[in-house]
């Protein structure tokens, strides 16, 4: 069965530091990968995703992960991170299908001034 | 931008209620999901569609029953509630073949006394 890891519960950073938050996932074959934001009292965002090619992608609001297969790894990150950039982070698999996204147990960024 | 509508964002009922949390969207997709958010914040998914007529049960056994009668429309119930079912339901739609991405609405925070 798929699963997802975060193993980061709660992160903090400082304004204009680096951030990257962790992923594991277990999946036979190669996965749907995506990264969604939850900002406090709303829904899930898409960051961005990975289906195949380019093991780094681009995402919205300057976020950025990359797939490594030899590792189960989709790591988030941002070269600066910005005040409102608070918020729950979710790493979520999808079957090729798309029936069905899993998502990990969400890690809490909090940012410092 | 998602047009994804879930009504009532905050309703706080007393035990043995019957309650019905509405999701609409207007985007014309066929695939539509419930996920239940604990207050730890990890989603499960309790219930999905892939259209009209049709509802399948998720990961996460749940008591409530969903409904698929029109494309846009995926009301969850549940017949007598129980302070157990409190939680934050979210509702999410995709299309069938597409990037895989879920779209959410704000969610629907239940309280049950």
């Known amino acids: 069965a798929q699963s997802v890891t975060q193993p980061d519960i709660h992160i903090t950073v400082s304004e204009g530091a680096s951030l990257e938050l962790r992923c594991n996932y277990s999946?036979?074959?190669?996965?749907?990968l995506f990264w969604y934001v939850q900002s406090p009292g709303q829904g899930l965002q898409l960051l961005l995703k990975?289906?195949?090619?380019?093991?780094l992608v681009q995402g919205i609001k300057g976020f950025e992960a990359e797939f490594k297969r030899s590792q189960s790894s989709f790591n988030l990150r941002k070269p600066s991170v910005h005040w409102s950039d608070a918020a729950e982070y979710f790493c979520?698999?999808?079957?090729?299908?798309?029936?069905?996204?899993?998502f990990g147990p969400g890690t809490s960024l909090s940012v410092i001034p | 931008e998602a047009d994804i509508y879930q009504t009532p964002r905050y309703l706080v009922i007393g035990t043995g209620k019957k309650i019905t949390l509405e999701c609409s969207q207007t985007?014309?997709?066929?695939?539509m999901y419930w996920y239940q958010q604990d207050p730890g914040m990890e989603l499960h998914l309790i219930h999905y569609?892939?259209?009209?007529?049709?509802?399948e049960k998720g990961d996460l056994s749940s008591e409530s029953t969903v409904s698929r009668i029109r494309t846009e429309h995926f009301p969850l119930t549940l017949e007598s509630a129980r302070p157990s079912h409190t939680s934050q339901y979210l509702c999410?739609?995709?299309?069938?073949?597409?990037?895989?991405?879920?779209?959410f609405g704000e969610g629907s925070r239940l309280t049950v006394l």
């Open positions: 990975y289906f195949s090619g380019d093991t």
């Open positions: 985007m014309g997709h066929d695939k």
């Open positions: 999410a739609s995709s299309e069938v073949v597409d990037t895989g991405e879920l779209f």
């Open positions: 999946y036979g074959a190669t996965p749907y």
């Open positions: 979520a698999v999808g079957e090729t299908s798309y029936d069905k996204v899993i």
């Open positions: 569609s892939y259209g009209v007529n049709s509802t």
